[in-house]
């Protein structure tokens, strides 16, 4: 395929957010006096991942997510707390996280290499995820960044993608491939938007919708690009 444009997922698939995750939560958790080992940070996790499917699939708004998530960990925990006070201090501790997936650097400088348009395509906050594209270095690869929030619309919503469409210069989607680790929201996105997609699945887990190419490292893009 003649590629153009790439669309790249951030979280997951060149920013390690399960990392990030877990160093903010930890942080927050050991600030309010709460339970900060490793069972209560993957409970935390489970517990944001589920929101952000429900607001994905469109069943709850998104600022439901911020603070239902702490109100739901504190529950679980049967604890008392602010969930706002966590969340916001959360939010903080998240924007810090600055790391990177695993070969990241490297297939960003092939793609550069490449002449390869590439346009970040990423759900989430616009504060935090613009501090952790510039404090990882990444943010200097990118044509141009596409975060929900600023978009008015999220990933696997067709109106993302047409949003971000009306902002490139290549208008057609034959020539354009999204990169990313989500099904339910890079690649139903995908599909929902008329979009070649590539799923970065480094666990092996099971498809839940069909995707062009699959791929477990980033450096196998060299071979599809």
Same mark, same amino acid.
């Given at each position: 395929?003649?590629?153009?444009?790439?669309? @790249?997922?951030?979280?997951?698939?060149?920013?390690?957010?399960?990392?990030?995750?877990?160093?903010?939560?930890?942080?927050?958790?050991?600030?309010?006096?709460?339970?900060?080992?490793?069972?209560?940070?993957?409970?935390?996790? %489970?517990?944001?991942?589920?929101?952000?499917?429900?607001?994905?699939?469109?069943? $709850? *708004?998104?600022?439901?997510?911020?603070?239902?998530?702490?109100?739901?960990?504190?529950?679980? @925990?049967?604890?008392?707390?602010? *969930?706002?006070?966590?969340?916001?201090?959360?939010?903080?501790? @998240?924007?810090?996280?600055? &790391?990177?997936?695993?070969?990241? &650097?490297?297939?960003?400088?092939?793609?550069?290499?490449?002449?390869?348009?590439?346009?970040?395509?990423?759900? /989430?906050?616009?504060?935090?995820?613009?501090?952790?594209?510039? /404090?990882?270095?990444?943010?200097?690869? &990118?044509?141009?960044? &596409?975060?929900?929030?600023?978009? /008015?619309?999220?990933?696997? %919503?067709?109106?993302?993608?047409?949003?971000?469409?009306?902002?490139?210069?290549?208008?057609?989607?034959?020539?354009?491939?999204?990169?990313?680790?989500?099904?339910?929201?890079?690649?139903?996105?995908?599909?929902?938007?008329? $979009?070649?997609?590539?799923?970065?699945?480094?666990?092996?887990?099971?498809?839940?919708?069909?995707?062009?190419?699959? $791929?477990?490292? @980033?450096?196998?893009?060299?071979? $599809?690009?």
């Amino acid at each position: 395929m003649n590629y153009t444009s790439l669309l @790249l997922d951030l979280d997951n698939t060149l920013l390690d957010f399960t990392m990030a995750e877990a160093h903010a939560i930890r942080k927050v958790l050991k600030l309010n006096g709460l339970p900060y080992d490793d069972k209560t940070v993957k409970t935390y996790s %489970d517990i944001n991942k589920s929101f952000w499917e429900s607001f994905e699939r469109g069943e $709850i *708004p998104k600022a439901t997510i911020f603070t239902g998530r702490f109100e739901k960990l504190l529950e679980v @925990l049967g604890r008392q707390g602010d *969930p706002k006070n966590l969340s916001e201090e959360y939010g903080d501790y @998240l924007a810090e996280g600055y &790391f990177t997936v695993d070969g990241a &650097f490297d297939i960003l400088d092939y793609l550069r290499s490449r002449d390869y348009k590439l346009y970040a395509a990423t759900n /989430g906050r616009s504060a935090t995820q613009y501090r952790r594209l510039e /404090g990882s270095g990444l943010y200097k690869y &990118f044509d141009m960044v &596409f975060v929900s929030e600023d978009a /008015g619309y999220q990933k696997p %919503d067709k109106a993302y993608y047409d949003y971000v469409i009306s902002k490139i210069p290549e208008k057609n989607r034959a020539k354009m491939l999204i990169v990313g680790d989500s099904q339910s929201s890079d690649i139903l996105g995908g599909i929902n938007s008329g $979009i070649d997609v590539c799923w970065y699945n480094p666990n092996g887990e099971k498809a839940v919708y069909p995707s062009r190419y699959e $791929i477990s490292r @980033l450096a196998e893009l060299k071979e $599809i690009l």
